[in-house]
C-alpha cells in the first residue's frame, strides 16, 4: 500500500495570554486549584482549558458545584489497564483528553523502547473513530512516538475499529492504539492498545494487552508528568499517513471470505444500520462486493455523528437502539436487519420469521455463526481432498472458543463435531489468546470469524457470514430462527439472559459483590445450587481448564442452570448472565421448552433481586 509522509503543523500548544490563559502555581502548593491551574497552564485544548478555568473562577467565589465537578476531575488519574483507557470527556486526570492522550502516549513508547531494548525500531499503527476529540488524540499519539522514535503509522481517517486490528498484523506493528469508546455513550472516549510484531509472543501477537503488561505500561505512563511540557516531547512531523488504500484492503480481505459458489443463492433483503457509527461505508462495500445487492441503509443513522442523536446508548443491545432499523425493515419487507455498533467491532442481528421480527441474542448469533463456520470448514476440507485425490489430508484441527459468561451451547455444538473447544476469561484479549483459534465469540455481540486477519471482535466480517448463512437459509426456504431451532433439537433449548445494573457509584459495585460473597445462594428457581466458585480467588471451575483468578462469582444449580455475576470492565455496571437449558426431542415440543425455560429465567432473575434488592436500579 502507498504512503504518505506528513508535513502538518506540529499539535497545537496551550496558550500563554488572553482570556483563559493561566499561570502555573508554586511547585510546593498542592491545593485543588493549584493543581487545576497548573493542568489549564499545560492544557492545549481550549475547550477543556476554558471549562476548566470558568470552574475554577465559579469555584472560588463558593459555587459548590463547580468545586464538586474539579474534586472529581482531578480524583484520577485515570487508571490504565487491560482496556486501556476509556472514560468521560474533560479537563483534569480523571478524565479523557489531550493532556491524558499525551501522558499515555509517552508511557506507551517509553515501553515499547524498553521492550526493543534498542535492538530495532518499534513500529506503531494509529487508528481513530469519529467522536469528539477522537482525530486529536490519534494526532497527538503519532507526534509523541515520532518525538520518542518510534516508527508512526497514521490512519488516513477515522476508520472501524476492525481495519485498526487487522492493520497491526498486516503492517506487521509492534503495538496498535485505537482511539474509540466503542458503543459507550457520547460524552465518552477512549484508548484501546493492542501488541503486535516483535513486541508480543504468537498467540497474542495483533491481540489487545493483557497482564502483566498492563501494569508495566501504567508504571511507565504514571512517571510521565503530564503538566510538565518537556516530558511529553512532541514532533512536528515525520509521521506516515497511510493511504487510504488501506481501508481497501482490509474491505478485500473481509469480501474474500464470501464463498464465491453461493452467489447465486444471495436473493436476501438486508437493512443495515452503523448506529452513527465509521462501519457504514466500509460493510456497505463488503456487502455489495460479495453479492449482495439488496441492502438499505437506515438514513438517519447512516453517518457518523459524535452525538449519536437517535439513541440513548449507541448500543444495539440497548433497548430501542434497532427500533428504526426494524421500522425499516419492516416497511421494506427485508429478510435480515444488521446492526454495527459505532465502531463495528461488534454486531447484532434481527431476523423475520413467521411474520415476526425476533432480535437474535448474542449467544443465539454466536451459536449460528460457529456452525456455520464448522459448515464451511467441512466444505473447504471437502473440496480441498477432492481436489487432492486418495492423497487428502482430511479435515484440519479446528478450535472454537468463548468467554466463560457466554452460552454453553457452542462447546455442545463443538462437542458434537468432534472440535476443541476452549473457555476463557471475559473479554476478547482473552479469547483470540486460544492457540490455534478458528472461531470465537462473547455474548456481547462480538465474533471473531477470521482471526488469522484479525485477532480481535470484527463486526464487519461476522456481519458478512451471517449475511451468508441467512442467504444459504432462504434459498431453502428457510431463516435463521430454523437453523438456530435445529441446533436446539440437538443439544438441548439454550436460553441467556443479561440483568445489567447501572451505578453512580464504582464503590456500590464492591459492595453489592461483597453482599454475594456473604450471603451468597443456595437455591435459584427452586433448584439446590451445587456449584459456587469464586473466580476472583482462582478457584477451579467443575469442568472447565484452569482460569487466571478474574472478579467474578460463577452458580451451577442441580437443574444445570448457570448464574455468573461480575462487575463490568468498561462501564460502572454489575452484570448478571443467566441461562437455562431445556430439552425439546421435537419441533413441536420446542415452543413448550422455550416458555418453560423463560420462566425459569424469570425466577432465577427474581431470586437475584431478592438478593440484592436491585430493582430500582435495574437498567
Not at 102 to 113: C, E, F, P, S, V
Not at 300 to 313: H, K, M, R, S
Not at 413 to 432: P, S
Not at 483 to 505: P, Y
Amino acid at each position: 500500500m502507498s504512503q504518505q509522509r506528513t508535513s502538518s503543523s506540529p499539535p497545537s500548544s496551550p496558550a500563554t495570554t488572553g482570556p483563559g490563559s493561566a499561570e502555573a502555581p508554586d511547585a510546593t502548593d498542592s491545593t485543588l486549584e493549584a493543581r487545576a491551574r497548573a493542568w489549564a497552564a499545560a492544557d492545549p485544548d481550549p475547550h477543556t482549558r476554558t471549562a476548566l478555568l470558568t470552574d475554577l473562577d465559579a469555584a472560588t467565589t463558593g459555587d459548590e458545584a463547580a468545586r464538586e465537578r474539579l474534586a472529581d476531575e482531578f480524583a484520577g488519574p485515570l487508571t490504565f489497564g487491560t482496556a486501556g483507557l476509556r472514560a468521560a470527556l474533560g479537563p483534569g486526570p480523571n478524565r479523557m483528553n489531550r493532556l491524558v492522550v499525551r501522558q499515555a502516549a509517552t508511557g506507551l513508547a517509553r515501553y515499547l523502547l524498553d521492550v526493543a531494548g534498542g535492538a530495532w525500531t518499534p513500529r506503531a499503527v494509529i487508528g481513530f473513530d469519529a467522536r469528539h476529540g477522537s482525530a486529536d488524540f490519534a494526532a497527538d499519539t503519532a507526534a509523541v512516538f515520532t518525538a520518542a522514535g518510534i516508527d508512526a503509522l497514521l490512519m488516513p481517517a477515522a476508520l472501524p475499529t476492525p481495519v485498526l486490528a487487522w492493520a497491526v498484523r498486516r503492517l506487521d506493528a509492534d503495538a496498535g492504539v485505537m482511539v474509540t469508546a466503542s458503543h459507550n455513550p457520547p460524552q465518552d472516549n477512549g484508548y484501546k492498545v493492542y501488541l503486535g510484531g516483535r513486541a508480543v509472543d504468537d498467540d497474542g501477537r495483533g491481540a489487545q494487552i493483557v497482564s502483566p503488561v498492563d501494569a508495566a505500561i501504567a508504571e511507565r505512563i504514571r512517571a510521565v508528568d503530564p503538566t510538565d511540557p518537556a516530558a511529553m516531547p512532541l514532533a512536528e512531523d515525520g509521521w506516515t499517513v497511510l493511504d487510504a488504500s488501506i481501508a481497501d484492503e482490509y474491505r478485500a480481505d473481509v469480501t474474500a471470505l464470501a464463498r464465491p459458489d453461493v452467489y447465486e443463492a444471495r436473493n436476501l433483503g438486508i437493512v443495515l444500520t452503523p448506529m452513527h457509527g465509521v462501519g457504514g461505508a466500509t460493510i456497505r462495500r463488503v456487502l455489495a462486493d460479495a453479492g449482495f445487492a439488496d441492502v438499505h441503509v437506515v438514513a438517519e443513522q447512516a453517518e457518523p455523528d459524535p452525538d449519536f442523536p437517535t439513541v440513548a446508548f449507541p448500543n444495539p443491545e440497548e433497548p430501542g437502539a434497532l427500533d428504526l432499523a426494524l421500522a425499516a425493515a419492516r416497511e421494506r419487507e427485508a429478510d435480515l436487519v444488521i446492526a454495527n455498533d459505532p465502531d463495528a467491532d461488534r454486531v447484532a442481528l434481527a431476523v423475520a420469521h413467521d411474520g415476526h421480527w425476533r432480535v437474535l441474542t448474542g449467544d443465539e448469533t454466536g451459536a449460528l455463526l460457529g456452525a456455520h463456520v464448522l459448515d464451511r470448514e467441512r466444505r473447504a476440507a471437502a473440496d480441498d481432498d477432492a481436489a487432492a485425490g486418495p492423497s487428502g489430508s482430511g479435515p484440519a484441527r479446528l478450535v472454537f472458543a468463548n468467554s466463560i459468561v457466554s452460552s454453553r451451547l457452542l462447546s455442545r455444538i463443538a462437542a458434537g463435531a468432534g472440535v476443541e473447544h476452549r473457555v476463557t476469561l471475559t473479554g476478547f484479549k482473552w479469547i483470540t489468546r486460544t492457540p490455534g483459534l478458528t472461531f470465537g465469540y462473547e455474548e456481547a455481540l462480538g465474533y471473531c470469524v477470521d482471526p488469522a486477519a484479525v485477532r480481535d471482535k470484527d463486526g464487519i466480517s461476522a456481519g458478512l457470514l451471517a449475511a451468508e448463512l441467512a442467504a444459504d437459509a432462504k434459498a431453502e426456504g428457510r431463516t435463521l430462527v430454523d437453523v438456530l431451532e435445529d441446533l436446539f433439537l440437538l443439544h438441548g433449548v439454550h436460553r441467556t439472559r443479561q440483568l445489567s445494573v447501572r451505578v453512580s457509584d464504582l464503590g456500590l459495585l464492591d459492595a453489592m459483590m461483597h453482599r454475594l460473597r456473604e450471603t451468597g445462594p443456595t437455591v435459584f428457581d427452586g433448584s439446590a445450587v451445587v456449584v459456587a466458585v469464586d473466580l476472583a480467588a482462582g478457584e477451579a471451575v467443575p469442568g472447565l481448564p484452569a482460569l487466571p483468578p478474574t472478579e467474578g462469582l460463577y452458580w451451577v444449580t442441580e437443574a444445570g442452570n448457570r448464574v455468573i455475576v461480575r462487575p463490568s470492565g468498561t462501564e460502572p455496571k454489575l452484570k448478571c448472565y443467566l441461562e437455562v437449558v431445556v430439552p425439546a426431542a421435537s419441533r413441536a415440543e420446542l415452543p413448550a421448552a422455550v416458555e418453560a425455560a423463560d420462566a425459569s429465567l424469570d425466577a432465577i432473575a427474581a431470586d437475584l433481586r431478592d438478593l440484592l434488592d436491585l430493582s430500582p436500579r435495574e437498567d
